[in-house]
């Protein structure tokens, strides 16, 4: 029992940190696909707007 008691808050600390590293990793990924999506959105609305603008002929 005394091995338990000494390997608990090591134990705990790591599971903490996993949780949060997780977390952190989870919250990273769904940044970058928002900022994917709304990349995709602006680039295909500025060539929406390439195409309904006049060329002029040189």
């Given amino acids: ?6 390997l ?4 705990v600390v790591a599971l ?3 949780f949060v590293i997780r977390a952190v990793s989870n ?6 696909a928002a900022e994917a999506k709304v990349d995709e959105q602006i680039n295909i609305t ?4 390439d ?3 006049p ?3 040189n």
């Avoid at 919250?27 to 970058?32: A, I, P």
């Fill in 46 to 49: 500025a060539h929406q707007e």
């Fill in 16 to 18: 903490v940190f996993w």
């Fill in 51 to 53: 195409n309904k603008s």
């Fill in 1 to 6: 029992m005394p091995y338990i008691e000494e």
């Fill in 27 to 32: 919250v990273d990924r769904s940044e970058r």
């Fill in 8 to 11: 608990l808050p090591t134990i």
């Fill in 55 to 57: 060329k002029a002929d």
